[in-house]
């Protein structure tokens, strides 16, 4: 059974965290696992404004009762949060955008963001603050054949067939974005995806202009596409450009 992994803390995040988990699972063969990891497992103190993990994973597990979702486990295992999130073998992990270390900061993430996914290929969806309904969303590419596992992704997935994406292949004046427009609309005809090419230098102008003339209610984009530098991930991931200043979901594949 394919599993949502939620992975919850003590910041403002968590009940989105679980409300985007339970949209992910909307199939009652795909179960939700809530998971905290306990990171002051090894004996050290706890802080006396910190709730300990049973009630964090209570408060969490009655959320998605109440909206209907199902099965759901939990466990709070001790242990660094990456590695412990990555060994639970989920088909998706959700986590906020922004952790109890740095909830008010918008345009900078949580300090886990850029080593999980760093440290995994599984897809990983960025939670806002507030969960809204997600009735649209944007696929960004780059023009490189090469880099296919966003759109994979969004074939197989059968939440996002449900709704209509904007499939943006960004492009410079020295890429031709052409094969890879007519690849991304052979890929995803069934979902009646509007693919076209935007003339954008990066990212962070294209998530920008897209935003600004359309909007979308979550937005896709490969690992290959937010970080095309490894030796440059971790400035790219907490840059506070236009990608991390809109209040989007963002979904890494």
């Known amino acids: ?34 998971m905290h990891a306990d990171e002051q497992g090894d004996g050290r103190a706890r802080s006396a404004e910190t709730p300990k993990p049973f009630v964090l994973i209570d408060r969490a ?27 639970r073998g989920a088909a998706v992990i959700v986590l906020g955008k922004r952790g109890s270390d740095s909830g008010s900061e918008r345009g900078r993430l949580g300090s886990s963001i850029d080593p999980i996914v760093r440290a995994t290929s599984t897809p990983i969806c ?25 759109v994979s992704f969004a074939a197989a997935e059968p939440r996002l067939s449900d709704i209509p994406i904007d ?11 052409g094969p890879k427009l007519e690849w991304a609309r052979s890929e995803l005809k069934a979902a009646g995806s509007h693919v076209f090419p935007l003339s954008a230098d990066g990212l962070d102008e294209a998530v920008t202009r897209y935003m600004e003339s359309r909007s979308a209610d979550l937005i896709i984009l490969s690992r290959a ?9 971790l400035a790219r991931i907490e840059d506070g450009g236009g990608l991390w200043g809109v209040r989007t979901p963002v979904l890494i594949c």
Do not use: Q
């Open 225 to 233: 596409v937010v970080a095309p530098d490894p030796a440059a991930r």
């Open 61 to 87: 597990v009655r959320r998605l009762e109440e909206e209907g979702v199902g099965p759901i486990t939990a466990a709070a295992p001790p242990g660094p949060f990456v590695e412990v999130a990555i060994s």
């Open 167 to 177: 499939v943006v292949v960004m492009a410079t004046a020295a890429d031709d974005p």
């Open 1 to 34: 059974m394919a599993r949502i992994l939620a992975c919850i803390d003590n910041s403002a995040y968590a009940n989105s965290v679980c409300d985007h988990a339970g949209w992910f699972a909307s199939d009652p063969d795909i179960g939700v696992e809530v």
């Open 126 to 150: 960025l939670a806002s603050k507030v969960f809204l309904p997600i009735r649209r969303a944007v696929l960004l590419l780059d023009a490189d054949l090469a880099h296919r596992a966003a």
